[in-house]
């Protein structure tokens, strides 16, 4: 069984990753409403109510006490704009990653920052496995990974090609 892991705030040279809270859901709705976003992970964006009640979902944590739901919302210091989120799902032996920044937002680097904030963060914890799944063909999020200083395996699943850091 690992410690209690629970989001705290961090923060980067542009953003303050915010931990998840319900009021997120109207602001992150419309920051995700592109259906671009689901290109390679699938699925549509979700309306507000809808995804109040997946914040809902995520906020009550999962049903294994082994783990642990760590999810946050990035916002722009300078504007105050919520641009996208970071999770990371942790258990004992390590820790899985992903990202998202809506369509407005993507290309400047800020989920590099905050995908390399979030692992800067899980490794001060003492994580000793950091991962990611990502689609072969999306460049972008293979950057993203890299930023993390997580390097592409073998290993795929669904799909995605496993990224991975090790202590």
């Known amino acids: 069984m690992i410690p209690v892991v629970t989001a705290v705030p961090l923060h980067t040279a542009r953003l303050d990753l ?9 602001e ?12 390679f992970i699938g699925g549509a964006p979700l309306p507000e109510p809808e995804l109040r009640a997946r914040y809902a979902r995520m906020l009550a944590g999962p049903a294994d006490p082994g ?7 990035l916002r722009l210091r300078d504007t105050g704009a919520a641009v996208g989120t970071v999770q ?15 369509t407005a937002w993507q290309g400047l680097g800020l989920a590099k920052e905050a995908a ?29 990974a890299t930023a993390a200083g997580l390097a592409p395996t073998e290993a795929f699943e669904d799909g995605e090609r496993r990224w991975e850091w090790a202590a």
Do not use: F, K, Q, Y
Request: with cysteine; glycine share 6%; proline share 7%.
């Open 18 to 26: 915010e931990p998840l809270r319900l009021d997120h859901a109207p």
């Open 28 to 39: 992150m709705a419309g920051a995700l409403a592109d259906p671009a976003l689901h290109v």
């Open 67 to 73: 783990t642990a739901w760590c999810n946050w919302v």
């Open 88 to 102: 990371a799902t942790v258990t004992a032996g390590a820790a899985e990653i992903a990202w998202v920044t809506g």
């Open 116 to 144: 390399a904030a979030l692992a800067d963060w899980l490794r001060a914890l003492g994580t000793p496995v950091i991962l990611a799944h990502v689609h072969p063909d999306h460049h972008a999020s293979a950057a993203v």
